[in-house]
């Protein structure tokens, strides 16, 4: 599903946060975005990923504008469920109470109506969700004040992936992550793209981002022809 961004703003507060920014991220790429701290990235994402409505200009899924007017909370929830999003700050996005598994398969519970998060009903994607994003069984029964930075990130990640997205949004995926485990998050969003999937990634590891990205662009770049 492609995502296009046209000269989206975000006013927060009064004052201006996002200026008019163009992106276009087609169905199939792996977009790198670079930014300096404050400039915009995180409230970029949080309207892609239909969080937030733009002040002013159009989101574009798959050519269809979505609608300024707030679309029925029903469209709004299966839009945002083709859209998989990985936080730039995990420890304070996580729920406390969930362990990993939970967290992880929550999206799942959601979708099928269910009040609970039920891991055990969904063991073989929790399994191959922690297996792609090299996180070890015996983690999964933890809660996230017992895991690292780089284990909670992962397992945010496997959350963003359990709906098998179309489009997909990650701030700072690595930040809390080795050069192994970078390399293998990278990769996991290189074969997610080559499978269709939309990906943009902020990230301030531009080697990483020029290495696999099928493009990197500066935020301040996305806003010069507007
Ligand atoms: N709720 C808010 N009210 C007012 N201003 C805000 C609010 N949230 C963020 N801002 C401001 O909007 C600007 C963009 O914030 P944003 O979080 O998108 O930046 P960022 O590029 O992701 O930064 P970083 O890389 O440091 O996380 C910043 O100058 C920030 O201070």
Redesign the pocket.
């Known amino acids: 599903m492609s995502l296009k961004l046209e000269s989206v703003t975000l006013n927060?507060?009064g004052?201006q946060?996002?200026p008019p920014t163009t992106l276009n991220v087609p169905a199939g790429r792996l977009v790198g975005l670079t930014?300096p701290?404050?400039?915009?990235?995180?409230?970029?994402i949080s309207l892609a990923a239909l969080l937030q409505r733009p002040t002013s200009g159009r989101i574009i899924l798959d050519g269809v504008p979505v609608p300024s007017e707030l679309p029925t909370a029903r469209i709004l929830v299966a839009l945002r469920q083709q859209i998989g999003v990985l936080p730039?700050n995990p420890r304070s996005f996580a729920d406390p109470r969930l362990t990993l598994a939970e967290t992880i398969t929550a999206p799942l519970a959601f979708r099928d109506h269910r009040s609970r998060p039920a891991p055990l009903r969904y063991q073989e994607q929790l399994l191959d969700l922690a297996r792609q994003m090299r996180l070890p069984e015996s983690l999964l029964s933890r809660l996230p004040s017992q895991v690292s930075d780089g284990q909670l990130q992962r397992a945010l990640m496997a959350r963003a992936l359990s709906l098998s997205p179309r489009i997909l949004l990650c701030?700072e995926p690595t930040s809390a992550l080795d050069p192994t485990t970078t390399a293998a998050i990278f990769q996991v969003l290189r074969a997610a793209a080559d499978n269709g999937v939309s990906v943009l990634v902020a990230s301030h590891d531009r080697s990483s981002l020029v290495q696999y990205c099928d493009k990197v662009v500066a935020l301040s770049e996305l806003q010069l022809n507007n």
């Open positions: 927060l507060a004052r946060v996002l930014a701290s404050g400039a915009g990235k995180t409230s970029l730039q701030d």
